[in-house]
T-cell receptor, first 111, second 117 residues
Framework: DQQVKQNSPSLSVQEGRISILNCDYTNSMFDYFLWYKKYPAEGPTFLISISSIKDKNEDGRFTVFLNKSAKHLSLHIVPSQPGDSAVYFCAATSGTYKYIFGTGTRLKVLA | EPEVTQTPSHQVTQMGQEVILRCVPISNHLYFYWYRQILGQKVEFLVSFYNNEISEKSEIFDDQFSVERPDGSNFTLKIRSTKLEDSAMYFC???????????????FGPGTRLTVT
């Protein structure tokens, strides 16, 4: 039951360039989406979120785009830094406190 | 900065034994959660807890699992009779009350690695 999918298990980007992480979902009832970053041996850390009534939310170097018709969201990191190297998870909820996570994308930013 | 803490960091137990994983959520948060991550797999929702009762639970959270807030600060996950497939990282998380702007964001603890032998 993969309601939230991250089809790219890994991504490598040069330092200073843009990183684009993608996430697709199947449940049209989802109305709030979140991105988390996870380092090894640590818990996920909240990065940025977006409500379904918006199509873009920006916070510093991080921007999340939501395309509801395509059931697709993306996280843009610009400029990418070596410290951004981590596993990134998208998550979704449908107005409840049950969150469905994607499988994660491992980002490696090359110096 | 306030943070979610979890103990122990690593728990080894024999199959069939009971384990209790402990969490101290952020003090002004009212929603609490448990997740697990089997090695190399995705983070899976187990249960959410509010006002001393379960709000939501997943199919994974069967009768072998229970949660409790025994006092004003701790939040525990009990697995009654552990199985080999319960081996995973267990993460506790907390969030603010609904109705607060941005209250859907959850803050995770560092996790407890449970190894069932």
């Amino acid at each position: 039951d993969q309601q939230v999918k991250q089809n790219s298990p890994s991504l490598s980007v040069q330092e200073g360039r843009i990183s684009i992480l993608n996430c697709d979902y199947t449940n049209s009832m989802f109305d709030y989406f979140l991105w988390y970053k996870k380092y090894p041996a640590e818990g996920p850390t909240f990065l940025i979120s977006i409500s379904s009534i918006k199509d873009k939310n920006e916070d510093g170097r991080f921007t999340v785009f939501l395309n509801k018709s395509a059931k697709h969201l993306s996280l843009h990191i610009v400029p990418s830094q070596p410290g951004d190297s981590a596993v990134y998870f998208c998550a979704a909820t449908s107005g409840t406190y049950k969150y469905i996570f994607g499988t994660g994308t491992r980002l490696k930013v090359l110096a | 900065e306030p943070e979610v803490t979890q103990t122990p960091s690593h728990q080894v137990t024999q199959m069939g034994q009971e384990v209790i994983l402990r969490c101290v959520p952020i003090s002004n948060h009212l929603y609490f959660y448990w997740y697990r991550q089997i090695l190399g797999q995705k983070v899976e929702f187990l249960v959410s807890f509010y006002n001393n009762e379960i709000s939501e639970k997943s199919e994974i959270f069967d009768d072998q699992f229970s949660v409790e807030r025994p006092d004003g600060s701790n939040f525990t996950l009990k697995i009654r009779s552990t199985k080999l497939e319960d081996s995973a990282m267990y993460f506790c998380a907390s969030s603010e009350s609904p109705g607060v702007v941005g209250s859907y964001e959850q803050y995770f603890g560092p996790g407890t690695r449970l190894t069932v032998t």
